[in-house]
């Protein structure tokens, strides 16, 4: 099944494309469909590359989230893009394994609270006050803090685009 919009092909904005493959390495289809409005495509190559490169969320606790709002949201194209990024930061194929059967054993006490808190944004949209302190007992920090919750927002906002524009 082809995304909804095209593709735009290489070149029709080099600047842009320039910065995304620095960034990205790649123009995937995501960023070829995104192309199509470069304002858009600019905005969402800097907010993703902060929230991927630029918070002290720790990287392996960053792609478990990515990957289970990738499972809840049934967004395939988002959990395969980011297995190499997960196995990379030092997740074991075998927790790969869990988050895609959405089994939620095996995870220490950070990690468990911390998709609680993954869950809950994305199913329930609503935190309780609870779960928000038991999150912020292990990240006291205010910015730590806003880097978690906007990592799991942000792609919430990824899986749902790809979903939308079925981008596979």
Not at 2 to 16: D, F, Q, S, V
Request: cysteine-free; hydrophobic content about 45%.
């Amino acid at each position: 099944m082809n995304p909804r919009i095209p593709l735009m092909k290489p070149g029709a904005h080099p600047e842009l494309e320039k910065r995304i493959m620095g960034s990205r390495g790649r123009i995937s289809p995501l960023y070829a469909v995104l192309l199509n409005s470069p304002e858009v495509a600019s905005g969402w190559e800097q907010l993703m590359t902060a929230i991927r490169q630029k918070t002290s969320v720790p990287a392996a606790l960053r792609e478990l989230i990515i990957l289970r709002v990738a499972v809840l949201n049934n967004a395939s194209y988002e959990f395969e893009a980011h297995v190499p990024h997960a196995l990379q930061a030092g997740v074991p194929q075998e927790t790969i394994e869990r988050i895609k059967n959405s089994a939620l054993e095996g995870f220490n006490e950070l990690e468990t609270i911390v998709l609680r808190y993954t869950d809950a944004m994305t199913r329930d949209l609503e935190v309780s006050d609870g779960l928000f302190q038991q999150v912020q007992k292990h990240f006291p920090d205010a910015k730590t803090m806003l880097e978690l919750t906007a990592t799991v927002a942000s792609y919430n906002m990824v899986s749902r685009f790809l979903i939308a524009m079925r981008i596979h």
